[in-house]
Each structure stands twice: as C-alpha cells, then as structure tokens.
C-alpha cells in the first residue's frame, strides 16, 4: 500500500472540488493506504467547527472527523486559518495547525500527490 | 514517468492540458461532460486524444448522465477505481 | 529517501484569486521542511509560469498600498533570495507582448539567483523529470 497527500485548496461552499478531495481519502484510506490532506487558501475555512448541515450545501465537520477516526491525517494551513479569524479552540479537534511547509513534508514521504487549487 | 491529469471543467479555456502532456485523463466533476456530450454535434476533443480516458461514475450519475450516453472510448470508474488507477496506472498526478 | 524533485506550475493569473500567490509560497516554504524530515531529506521544487500565470509578475507592483497585501513582485524577490528556481514561459511573455526585463530581480538584496525565461520545453522537461507535479 501506497501513500496519498491532498493539498486541498478550494472553500468548503461553492466548490465541490473540497467534497472531491474528502470522498477520494476516504476511498483510498479504504483500500488501505495513508492519507494526508493539507488545507489551505480557501479550505483553512472548512475546519471550523459547529457547522450545521443543510442540504442544500455542502458540508464536512461529520466527514473529517470520521475520516480521521480511520487514520486519515488533516492539516490546516495556519497563515491561512487565522487571517481567515480562525481560532483553534473554536475548531474542529484533531486537525493538526501548521506551516505550509507541513505540506512539502508529507510531499516528501508520498506516493502520489493530487494537488487540488481553489477558484 | 507516467502523469495521469484529472480534468474538472468542461469548457478547457487555456490550453495546459496539451502542455502538460498527460498520459491519461481522468474526468471528474464537471469534466465528466466530456465523456458524454456532444457539442455541435461533436465529440469532445478529449475523445480519442488518450487512450486512458477515465470517467467518474459517482460525478456521472448526480448530473444524471445516462451511462448509455457515455463514448465507448471512456472506461467509467467510481471512487475506489479511482484509487487503483492513481496507484497503478500513474506514477504522478495533477488536476487542472 | 534523499531529495524529492516537485515542479509546481502556475497557469493562473495574480491577484484576483489567491492559488497563484499560494503555489509561491508553498514553493518558498522548502527552506524550512527540512525541519519536519530526516537527516539529509529534502523537498526540491520548481516554481514554473505558464499561460495567464506569466501575467502579475512584473516589477512597480502597488498591491501594499492600494489592497494592503504583500505583492507578487515581493514574493518573487523572495523567491530569488531563498535560491529558489523560478522559470517563466518565454513563448507567453513573447504572445502577451511582456518584456523579460520588467521581471523583478534582487540582485540588489543579495540573491544569487534571478527569475529565468524559458521555452515551454523546458518547463516541460521540469514536469516530466519532477517526482511529483502540483499545478496551481
């Protein structure tokens, strides 16, 4: 089994691409391989917690935390998240917060890199 | 080494594709319209450019694509296909 | 494992979206990765423009004082001053009628190394010799 890392750029709502990038971890954490995701731009967003899901709109707290109850690892860019006015108790657990360099760390140990832009 | 480039959109604005040379693409999201629809008549230019030419059936079915509608060219996959073709049919991969 | 190769390619515009200006600073950050790896790994990107991405590259760049946001000419600068490779489609310059010599350089901060302009081909050997390819 191999290794995949995401870097995960497009917002949360108004952009399926982030829903494209969650359900392909969680295929491939299925099939048994690692799988990092790095969010940043955008996506920083989506790690806030208390959202409620509305059909409407696409959502992800519930996805993320059963992806990382799989093993799945996230990491929210953290230039990103707090310019954004995110704040880290007020997000969802487990997420680790780093720098961007995060991403080129898990790049470095990868097998296959999707790397996903925003807009 | 072998680059399979997922495809999202389905107007291709810029020509980054041709560029990047991909050996395989892979149709997702929007681009899955590629796989099925006819413009003028015409099939997409993508059609028989790539002798790998993925479509994703999840992105297929919620813009209600009739599979039949799908070019015969097109090898149709869900999400854990997807995962064996990223593994096993690509060495690197890009999305545009 | 050693060194791994990424070409990140830039085929969007600056400034109106943020994924451009994110792929530069991604790019940058492989001065410090070596802290979160082993002994003697290290992340080795290119940072290549191709298409819309050549344009909001050139030098004079009021972004600080009109939106209060750093500007990409800032960004390249730092580019050239962490020894990053910067490549820029020479054949884009040429169809949008830029001039090389309006890229910025920091030659005067120090850096050993400028911006290069170069045929597509060569891009397209950095894509095919990368480990890995992130398109922005």
Request: aromatic share 8%; net charge negative.
């Amino acid at each position: 089994m191999g290794k995949l890392t995401i870097g995960c750029f497009p917002g949360l709502v108004g952009n399926m691409s982030y829903d494209f990038a969650l359900k392909l971890a969680e295929a491939a954490k299925d099939k048994g391989h690692d799988v990092d995701v790095w969010f940043s731009g955008n996506a920083a967003g989506s790690v806030l917690a208390g959202q409620k899901h509305l059909k409407d709109y696409s959502t992800s707290e519930q996805h993320l935390v059963r992806l990382m109850e799989k093993g799945v690892k996230f990491c929210t860019c953290e230039a990103c998240s707090v310019a954004r006015g995110l704040k880290k108790d007020t997000s969802i657990e487990g997420i680790e917060w780093n720098a961007m360099h995060w991403y080129l760390g898990s790049v470095h140990g990868a097998d296959r890199v999707l790397q996903i832009g925003g807009e | 080494m072998k680059l399979g480039v997922f495809v999202s959109d389905f107007e291709l604005t810029n020509d980054t594709l041709d560029r990047v040379g991909p050996d395989g693409v892979i149709l997702v999201a929007n681009g899955v319209y590629h796989a099925a629809l006819k413009t003028g008549g015409a099939a997409s230019p993508l059609i028989g450019k790539y002798s790998s030419l993925y479509a994703l059936s999840e992105d297929l079915e919620t813009r209600g694509i009739d599979p039949s509608a799908v070019d015969s060219k097109v090898k149709v996959l869900d999400y854990s296909g997807l995962v064996d073709v990223i593994f096993k049919d690509f060495e690197k991969i890009a999305w545009l | 494992m050693g060194d791994v190769n990424c070409a990140f390619v830039v085929q969007k515009p600056q400034y109106k979206g943020e994924t451009s200006r994110l792929a530069i600073t991604h790019a940058i950050s492989y001065q410090t990765v070596e802290i979160l790896l082993d002994d003697g790994d290290t992340v080795t990107p290119t940072l290549n423009f191709i298409g819309e991405g050549v344009l909001g590259l050139s030098k004079n760049q009021k972004a600080m004082d009109k939106y209060g946001i750093t500007s990409t000419e800032n960004h390249m600068m730092n580019c050239c001053l962490v020894d990053l490779e910067v490549n820029v489609c020479k054949e884009d310059l040429e169809k949008y009628g830029i001039d090389p010599s309006t890229l910025p350089d920091a030659e005067e901060m120090g850096a050993d190394v400028s911006i290069n302009v170069v045929p597509m081909a060569e891009i397209k050997a950095k894509i095919d010799e990368a480990r890995h390819v992130m398109i922005f």
